[in-house]
């Protein structure tokens, strides 16, 4: 794979199994998680509940996306593309709709200053500014543009998507070797074109063919097969690697994961892109005015809430210690 050369692009890093699993368990829980609004008083915190800006960001965007598909599709292009924008459809100070656009349509025009930076977004033709859009960006050094998993980390992608062609391959000619053949003479057009069809109909999985090698012909072999390569061990080493870079614990996917994996998930993963998108959310959805007494943040109380058995130990605990009453 590294001598190929061939890059990983987003059509084919998604094909990749380990890193599919990966992307599919981080969007379709951040995509699930309620995002609430919050208002600071004197002494205490309170939640806001008749503001619109709650329904755009949990149920009707006003786009074609309802929210829960738009905050997928911001995630993975968070992760495989520049990153996640929402248009902010604003009427002065009323925001009337969130749109996604996807990254692919989106360019830039930034200006050559490496301290004062700033850019203008470039849609279809069109001009905006960044503050009309929420944009979640991973490892941004601009504040423009974030730089994908796929950038950062294509050596072992391309190692596991070529993995996956190899063992198409294997598949497609019955596992059969590649090789050559070996002859004491010089064959004639005829029987090098006899010997090519009798090849091409074995390898092609789909016919009972034999190849019958006479008058001194031997084949000799020049690839190995899945069970010399170690190939199970390598996709399974592969896929524990893509997991890494993701931050999710292998046992999540393999459907063995326990308790202390889910917190791990939690805890390392996904509190830091929600922090993240929390404050991307702040920044661009708040008045100015609002900023210091209103914050949007995520709702994890059902994500962390422990199994029932659990959850009733701790009431009879709490009843028990007199801090709870029946």
């Known amino acids: 794979a590294w001598l190929s050369g061939e890059s990983v692009g987003r059509e084919r890093a998604v094909n990749i ?27 205490r915190i309170t939640e806001v509940l008749d503001d ?32 996640g924008y929402i248009f ?44 009309q859009f929420i944009r979640l960006l991973r490892n941004t050094e601009d504040g423009a543009k974030g730089k994908s998993i796929i950038e950062e980390n294509e050596r072992v992608l391309r190692v596991a998507y070529n993995s996956l062609k190899f063992e198409e391959t294997l598949v497609s000619t019955g596992g059969n070797k590649k090789g050559f ?44 097969t899945s069970v010399e390569m170690q190939l199970n ?12 870079v993701m931050g999710i614990p292998p046992s999540l996917l393999n459907g063995n994961g326990g308790e202390q994996d889910e917190k791990n998930f939690i805890k390392y993963e996904l509190s830091n892109l929600l922090a993240e998108f929390r404050t991307a959310l702040n920044r661009a959805m708040l008045l100015e005015s609002e900023k210091q007494t209103y914050f949007f943040d995520f709702d994890i109380s059902e994500l962390i809430k422990g199994d029932i058995d659990k959850r009733y130990s701790a009431y009879s605990i709490g009843i028990e210690k007199g801090f709870l009453q029946t």
């Open 181 to 224: 053949i070996k002859s004491p003479r010089k064959l004639s057009q005829a029987a090098i074109d006899a010997l090519k069809e009798a090849w091409r109909n074995l390898y092609s999985n789909n016919t009972e063919s034999v190849v019958i090698l006479n008058e001194g012909l031997d084949f000799q072999e020049a690839s190995n």
């Open 88 to 131: 902010i459809d604003k009427v002065k100070n009323e925001i009337r709709s969130l749109r996604y656009v996807s990254e692919k349509n989106i360019s830039f025009n930034e200006n050559p200053d490496v301290i004062f930076k700033d850019y203008d977004i470039l849609v279809q033709g069109n001009t905006y500014k960044p503050y």
């Open 233 to 244: 061990e390598n996709k399974k080493t592969n896929g524990d690697e893509i997991c890494k």
């Open 17 to 43: 199994p380990s890193l599919a699993g990966c992307l599919n368990k981080i969007a379709g829980t951040v995509a699930a998680v309620p995002i609430r609004m919050y208002k600071r008083e004197t002494n």
């Open 52 to 83: 619109n800006r709650i329904v755009l960001l949990n149920s009707e965007t006003g786009d074609t996306l309802d929210a829960y598909q738009m905050k997928r599709a911001v995630i993975l292009d968070y992760f495989l593309g520049r990153g």
